[in-house]
């Protein structure tokens, strides 16, 4: 069993920063798990935005995120980051952290991914 907590959602303003961190916890060892995010604005569908390795060596992100986002982790703090830049209210969302214990695993859908976070709520004022 894996346990996340996301933390460092907030209220900004249009062009400003945020760092979320999602922590896990459990039997798994961090680094035998792929990770992700996802995010979920108010009226729409779940969207992936980025996933990574378990070393972190290899990431993937979606377009609207791409060049602004970036997604990494620390092993050894069993800690995966999403480092969010030049925010746009588009960005506003419940941003989840997930895991899969799968290799390969299905990045970019749902079903690729077995533990999820509670989420947090980030929005971006214009």
């Known amino acids: 069993q894996v346990r996340l907590v996301e933390s460092g959602g907030g209220l900004v303003q249009a062009g400003e920063s945020l760092r979320l961190s999602c922590e896990a916890s459990g039997s798994t060892p961090f680094n035998y798990l792929a990770m992700g995010w996802f995010r979920q604005a108010p009226g729409k569908e779940r969207e992936w935005i980025a996933a990574?390795?378990?070393?972190?060596?290899?990431?993937y992100y979606a377009d609207p995120v791409k060049g602004r986002f970036t997604i990494s982790r620390d092993n050894g703090a069993n800690t995966m980051y999403l480092q969010m830049n030049n925010l746009n209210p588009e960005d506003t969302a419940v941003y989840s952290c997930a895991a899969s214990p799968d290799n390969p695993w299905t990045y970019r859908s749902e079903n690729g991914y077995s533990y999820w976070g509670q989420g947090t709520q980030v929005t971006v004022s214009s």
């Open positions: 990574l390795s378990r070393s972190g060596s290899t990431t």
